[in-house]
């Protein structure tokens, strides 16, 4: 049997990982768990995938690079080394591969994850330079590669609506919650509690900093409860991405300073915690590929309100509750409701803790394979 030689550069994953990061490491330490003869070699910053490195794989390291200077060493010097190290499949796990003409005739395939073409479906969630970029090498990633994955049947709805892509050519793998994502013990919530000076009742906001996450108006809602009366506090928890700064603007404008706090980057070591200390995890995103948090949450037995459109109501199935992220009056009722109601939100922990068991990172690592054994035997 000959041994199918994989390669996945996971050069662009920062040391704060999120969103595509995450899916990246899980993805890998997933298939370096599989059975088989393939050999992975990971690309990736020092220190970040060093833990997962055996006996099957092995990490050559990328120093840290402007987005630039990886770009091109992404187009000119990672070919040079995958012809080298004599590498059957190329995984690209977030939009951009090698595009070179001289790799189309080689025995090298390329197989890409889109996870999600936002850019080009909301374009002002983002700043134009990050658009334009995106927007270049997903279209060209494209046109270069020979097999792609999508995190959802929505995802790939949209790339071979935008993308003109062969709807064939197009996996629909999903992520799932990480094993350390199950229901924190009193212990663990209390130690996390008194490290981040948490209340011992609170709403969980999670994701990073960006307008996508509608946090704006997930805002609003609160603030018209707690006019209301419902004195429970918003526990914000994401990184700083781009154009935030409105909604610190709100928090201080509706006067809300006390009630809503900004924790900032959450380790994944506390996540589970933080997710199983909230008594909800509100997730009204305009649009996600996946939505991660929606079952990340649910592994650890917590409530979950979302968005009814794109991936989250296909992730979340009937165990959220789901709701308009456009309307602050949708989004209000919701949100009172779950407050409000214990019984409801006992059934969302039971149907939840069942929907997040349906996925695996073992098989979206098995499925995933699948796509680098197809792709290495096209002709």
């Given at each position: 049997m000959t041994v199918l030689r994989i390669a996945i550069d996971a050069s662009a994953v920062p040391q704060r990982m999120a969103g595509a990061a995450v899916y990246t490491y899980q993805l890998v330490r997933a298939l370096a768990a599989l059975p088989g003869d393939q050999r992975l070699v990971v690309f990736a910053r020092p220190g970040l995938f060093d833990d997962l490195a055996g006996d099957r794989l092995r990490v050559e390291h990328v120093r840290p690079m402007g987005r630039a200077m990886r770009l091109g060493w992404e187009q000119a010097l990672l070919p040079l080394q995958l012809r080298r190290e004599r590498i059957d499949v190329l995984h690209s796990p977030h939009h951009h591969t090698p595009v070179a003409a001289r790799l189309a005739s080689g025995r090298l395939r390329r197989v890409v994850t889109f996870h999600d073409?936002?850019?080009l479906l909301l374009p002002e969630r983002y700043p134009l330079i990050r658009r334009l970029y995106m927007s270049s090498v997903t279209r060209a990633s494209a046109r270069a590669a020979d097999a792609f994955i999508a995190p959802s049947q929505a995802v790939r709805n949209d790339v071979v609506r935008k993308l003109g892509l062969p709807a064939d050519r197009v996996s629909v793998i999903p992520e799932a919650a990480a094993p350390a994502y199950a229901p924190a013990d009193g212990a663990a919530m209390a130690s996390?509690?008194?490290?981040?000076?948490?209340?011992?009742?609170?709403?969980?906001?999670?994701?990073?900093?960006?307008?996508?996450?509608?946090?704006?108006?997930?805002?609003?809602?609160?603030a018209r409860l707690h006019h209301e009366g419902i004195d429970v506090p918003l526990m914000v928890a994401g990184q700083r991405a781009w154009n935030y700064e409105g909604d610190f603007e709100l928090v201080r404008r509706l006067g809300l300073d006390q009630q809503v706090r900004f924790l900032g980057y959450v380790?994944?070591?506390?996540?589970?915690?933080l997710y199983s200390g909230a008594l909800l995890l509100?997730?009204?995103?305009?649009?996600?590929?996946?939505?991660?948090?929606?079952?990340?949450?649910?592994?650890?037995?917590t409530p979950v309100l979302t968005s009814n459109v794109s991936a989250t109501a296909e992730v979340a199935g009937d165990a959220a509750l789901l709701v308009d992220p456009r309307s602050v009056d949708a989004l209000t009722s919701a949100l009172g409701r779950l407050l409000t109601d214990d019984a409801l939100r006992a059934e969302l922990r039971r149907r939840g803790l069942a929907r997040a068991a349906e996925f695996s990172w073992e098989r979206t690592a098995r499925e995933t394979l699948t796509v680098y054994e197809q792709a290495a035997a096209r002709s």
């Open positions: 073409v936002t850019f996390l509690r008194q490290r981040y000076g948490l209340p011992n009742r609170y709403l969980l906001s999670v994701g990073s900093l960006e307008p996508g996450k509608n946090r704006a108006r997930l805002i609003e809602a609160y380790p994944d070591e506390d996540l589970p915690a509100a997730f009204p995103s305009l649009y996600e590929g996946f939505g991660l948090p929606v079952l990340e949450a649910m592994a650890c037995g």
